[in-house]
Structures are given as C-alpha cells and as structure tokens.
C-alpha cells in the first residue's frame, strides 16, 4: 500500500505567522493556490483509489486543486481524523503573541512538546488538562488502525495540515512525541510511505516533505535559524547495485549511470551555496563527492574512514541466493531483525551505529555554529543508522527509512548544534527521474 501525505497549501494565517489550529478561518493565498496545482502536476500518472482530506477549509481547498489537476474528484472524502492538532488557547494568534503570553508554555512545546499542557476552563468553573501533541499521535494511530486494512495493495493521498502530517508520519514509523518537531512538513511538501500489511507491520518511509515541483529545491530554513544544514548524500550506482550484489567494504567503483546520477546531484546543487565536503573515503562514495564538488574545486574534501559501509564479511561479493545456501535463514533474520545478525567475520549494525554517530558528531562540531551549508557523502547502511539516531529510532528500524543512490536528505540544527536536529527532506530523488517516486536501483544490503 503507498501513502502519499500532503501538506495544504500556504494559506492566510500561515502568510500572517499565525496559530491556525483547529480554526477554520483561513484561506489558501494565491501562492498556496498556484504550488497546489503544481502538486497536482507533479503526482500525474498516480491513480489514488482514495484521497481523505482534512474538513478544514484549507485542505479541502488544496485536496480539490490537485485533484483537478489529476481529473480525479471523485476519490475525495472528508475525515475528522485529519483534523489539525487542537491548540484551543492558541488558536488566531500571532506566533509573537504566544511567544509572550504563553512563554513557559511555549517553551515546552518547543523543547519538551510531548508534555505540552493545556488547563481548560470547564463550564463548572473548574479547569482540565489537555496535553495538544500526545491527543494529536493517538488521533493519527486511530486513523491508521481504521484505514489500512482498508486499502491494502492500494494507493491513497492524504491532504492535511502540518501537526497532524507529523503525527501521521511519527505514528507509522515509530517515533516518539517527543521528536515532534524532529521532522519538517512545508506547505505542499510531499511525503511517500509504503505499508506491507496492517497497523504495526512493515513500513517504509520513502521520501518526506518533497518541495523540488515547487521550484523550491531545497525546503527553506527555519525561521531565526542560526546551525548548519547537512545535506547527506548516498553514492551513486555500482555495478554490484545494479546486480544485488552484497558489496559492503569491497571497494567496488561506481558504474557509468553511478557518475550520471552524482552529476546530476551536482548539477540539482548547483545553484546551493556548499561550503564543506565530508564523504566516506570508499571509492563510491569519495568519487561521488568529487563529481559533486566539481564547481568548488578549491574547498577540501574532508574524509572519514568511519562513514564506511557495514563490513558484510562473507557475505561480500555474494548474491543472495548464495548467502541464503551458506547461511541459512540469516538472509530472512536480516531482513527481519537486522538488530540481532552478527555478519560472519564482519560487522553488526550496533557497531556502525557507534563509528557513524561517532563520525557524525565528529563532523558537526568541526563545521561547528554557522549557518553553512555542506555535504556528507556515505553508504545505504550508514545513512540508515544516521538518520535512525536523529529521529530516536533503533538498530530494529533501518528498513523504515529509504536511501535511493545518488538521493539528497537535508538535516538542519536550527538552534545550533547543541540544539536538536530537523529532517528537513529525506531521500530526494527528483533529480534522478521525473515524478515523485524514488525509482533508483535497490542494490542488496
């Protein structure tokens, strides 16, 4: 089953810097009107079986553009579980105005938003608690539970607001509340998750908050934004990709369409100020860098032997039915509980998650408070471990998030880097082919 989340388009209160809410006020702007239409453009060629959208004036607006734009009207139905996260004693403010009359309240929401409280006056004169974000994921699993046995083998849309879209996205995958704002949904991002089975079954996250139909390459920063942007980087094809080959710590070179698509990546970065280069020092990836960098010829490539690639042992240079015939059932638990496989004379993921957040932090302190930009070049295994630990994810959770080669992920430290990191993108593949859908080779790992 295939899920692709949308934000609505930018609207009156969100031009204003206003607390929306559950308030039905506000109105799509001319802009949020056009960037829906180009969404609309952008998902051409996908026949949705169902598209449920918030009844919020706003989303229906936007769920109504784009399906227009796809001559499919008719699959669009209107659900309460879609609803914006509920900020009753917020809602219309300016974002200023909370700031300062709400400032110990505020400031949970923004460090700690799982214990976000709200005292509710009651008819009785009496006040109750409400807690905004943990209502909001309960609300997203109660969707969750009712639709995909719904729709399975299906592809669906779903047009929503920002709040719950996070929700939406944490729920599937596992990720706590209090990551909340771990991940960013711009107006008309795109997000796409894949479902194998039901609730609490396999689930891939495949891209989040696509914004390049946008002409929007990159989402933009946020606001008084003062840390570094990463942009982490898997190489590009090898011939073993291509063959589903277990490649690992064989330095294996990229092959012809390997180059391609690390050009192409420079040239989607082309117009993207980088002032730093990190990479993996394998073949792959280092030449992928290289081609990247190509504009930047005096800027230093920067490498760090612990971005490698999970050694596989011996299973390296085999196929899978080999590795199934030596080893039987390991393949299976692989792809199972890749936590608990010790590769025969290699690795296993909890010691490359300690040399990658090791390398990662290394790396971040090096760049260190600015607001540069830069890139980090690595391996399918290394950047599902990185990205696993920014978003409070487990070794369990490396087949949740997808690495196309050549594919851009963007990470942000807002608040600097002793702050929290935001996934502002993950997995960018629209350079590497038209749409939205990664269409990269998988390769084996």
């Known amino acids: 089953m295939r899920v692709i989340i949308v934000r609505h388009g930018q609207s009156s209160y969100n031009s204003q810097g206003r607390i929306q809410g559950r308030s039905d006020l506000s109105v799509l702007t001319d802009r949020g009107c056009e960037d829906a239409k180009l969404t609309g453009v952008a998902l051409q060629g996908l026949k949705f079986d169902k598209v449920y959208a918030s009844p919020l004036q706003r989303a229906?607006?936007?769920?109504?553009?784009?399906?227009?734009?796809?001559?499919?009207?008719?699959?669009?139905?209107?659900?309460?579980?879609?609803?914006?996260?509920?900020?009753?004693?917020?809602?219309?403010?300016?974002?200023?105005?909370?700031?300062?009359?709400?400032?110990?309240?505020?400031?949970?929401?923004?460090?700690?938003?799982?214990?976000?409280?709200?005292?509710?006056?009651?008819?009785?004169?009496?006040?109750?608690?409400?807690?905004?974000v943990l209502a909001l994921y309960q609300q997203a699993a109660n969707f969750w539970q009712e639709i995909l046995p719904q729709h399975q083998d299906q592809t669906i849309a779903i047009v929503a607001h920002n709040g719950i879209?996070?929700?939406?996205?944490?729920?599937?995958?596992?990720?706590?509340?209090?990551?909340?704002?771990?991940?960013?949904?711009s107006n008309c991002g795109v997000t796409v998750l894949n479902f194998s089975g039901g609730w609490g079954e396999k689930v891939q996250l495949e891209s989040l908050n696509q914004t390049s139909h946008l002409g929007q390459k990159l989402p933009?920063?946020?606001?008084?934004?003062?840390?570094?942007?990463?942009?982490?980087?898997?190489?590009?094809?090898?011939?073993?990709?291509?063959?589903?080959?277990?490649?690992?710590?064989?330095?294996?070179?990229?092959?012809?369409?390997?180059?391609?698509?690390?050009?192409?990546?420079?040239?989607?970065?082309?117009?993207?100020?980088?002032?730093?280069?990190?990479?993996?020092?394998?073949?792959?990836?280092?030449?992928?860098?290289?081609?990247?960098?190509?504009?930047?010829?005096?800027?230093?490539?920067?490498?760090?032997?612990?971005?490698?690639?999970?050694?596989?042992?011996?299973w390296e240079g085999k196929f899978e039915a080999e590795i199934e015939a030596e080893y039987p059932g390991e393949l299976a638990r692989w792809h199972t509980h890749p936590e608990s496989v010790q590769m025969p004379e290699g690795e296993n993921l909890q010691n490359v998650w300690n040399r990658a957040t090791a390398a990662w932090q290394q790396t971040i302190r090096q760049v260190g408070n600015n607001t540069q930009t830069g890139i980090v070049v690595a391996h399918d295994a290394t950047n599902k471990v990185l990205l696993c630990s920014l978003l409070g994810l487990g070794l369990a959770d490396i087949w949740k998030i997808k690495q196309g080669n050549g594919a851009v992920t963007v990470i942000d430290y807002p608040d600097g880097i002793e702050g929290k990191?935001?996934?502002?993108?993950?997995?960018?593949?629209?350079?590497?082919?038209?749409?939205?859908?990664?269409?990269t080779a998988a390769g084996a790992l």
């Open 60 to 132: 229906q607006q936007t769920a109504s553009i784009v399906l227009t734009q796809l001559q499919q009207q008719d699959r669009l139905q209107a659900d309460d579980r879609l609803l914006e996260i509920d900020l009753p004693l917020w809602e219309t403010m300016l974002n200023q105005e909370v700031r300062e009359k709400y400032a110990a309240e505020y400031r949970a929401w923004k460090e700690r938003p799982h214990e976000l409280k709200m005292l509710l006056p009651q008819a009785d004169g009496s006040q109750s608690e409400f807690f905004p």
């Open 421 to 439: 990191p935001v996934i502002q993108a993950l997995n960018i593949t629209s350079h590497l082919s038209s749409g939205i859908l990664d269409k």
């Open 220 to 314: 933009t920063f946020r606001p008084q934004n003062i840390g570094p942007r990463f942009l982490l980087i898997r190489h590009g094809e090898t011939d073993w990709n291509r063959a589903g080959k277990f490649q690992g710590q064989i330095d294996v070179p990229l092959n012809d369409n390997g180059r391609n698509q690390a050009s192409l990546a420079a040239e989607f970065l082309k117009t993207t100020q980088i002032d730093f280069g990190f990479t993996s020092p394998m073949l792959r990836p280092k030449e992928t860098a290289q081609i990247i960098l190509k504009e930047h010829p005096n800027l230093t490539l920067h490498e760090n032997a612990d971005l490698r690639e999970i050694g596989h042992g011996l």
């Open 165 to 185: 879209n996070r929700a939406l996205i944490s729920t599937a995958l596992g990720i706590s509340p209090a990551q909340y704002h771990s991940i960013q949904q």
